[in-house]
């Protein structure tokens, strides 16, 4: 019997030993899976600082290039409207050019006694005037007249050949 509780004490003492191995073990497994987690931990936030960083240049470049387009776009914006101002101005200069022109040319009609558009315009509007009043009365009469006139005209081109006749003959 001593040979089994020895036996048993040995066994218990086995298996109290494989017991503290296996806790043994188990804190050691968990120790590391810390110091690994937090070295991963650690790890990881220097690869997110690395990636910020990256990103952030990125980022900064593309707000460069876009800026620089913006300028560019603005410069090219700036210069077209600078050449439709001087087409603008040139345009002024040329109406003002254009109008002394005139100006002179009427000068120069003026003096020789040249009519002006107006001025056959307001003679125009005057005969019209005139051949409205005139119109009125010359209807009735021309009428009853029209017959005489047409043998007036007749004999008038008669006469004229003669006339011409005694002209040459003298």
């Given at each position: 019997m001593?040979?089994?509780?020895?036996?048993?004490?040995?066994?218990?003492?086995?298996f109290t030993e494989q017991l503290d191995s296996?806790?043994?073990a188990g804190l050691g497994a968990f120790a590391n899976a810390q110091k690994m987690g937090s070295e991963t931990f650690e790890s990881l936030v220097k690869d997110?600082?690395?990636?910020?960083?990256e990103a952030s240049k990125k980022t900064e470049k593309l707000i460069?290039?876009?800026?620089?387009?913006v300028r560019e776009m603005r410069d090219d914006a700036e210069s077209r409207a600078e050449g439709l101002l001087d087409r603008v101005r040139?345009?002024?200069?040329?109406?003002?050019?254009?109008?002394?022109?005139?100006?002179?040319?009427?000068?120069?009609?003026?003096?020789?006694n040249v009519p002006s558009k107006n001025d056959i315009g307001k003679i125009n509007k005057k005969?019209?005037?005139?051949?409205?009043?005139i119109e009125p009365?010359?209807?009735k009469p021309v009428a009853k007249k029209a017959p005489?006139?047409?043998?007036?005209?007749?004999?008038?081109?008669?006469?004229?050949?003669?006339?011409a006749s005694e002209t040459k003959a003298a």
């Open positions: 001593a040979k089994k509780e020895s036996k048993a004490k040995q066994r218990v003492s086995e296996v806790f043994l997110g600082e690395k990636f910020r960083k460069d290039e876009v800026q620089d387009s040139d345009r002024s200069k040329l109406t003002k050019l254009q109008s002394a022109f005139d100006k002179r040319v009427a000068d120069a009609m003026d003096r020789l005969l019209d005037k005139i051949l409205k009043a009365k010359a209807k005489a006139k047409k043998a007036v005209a007749k004999k008038a081109p008669a006469a004229k050949p003669a006339a």
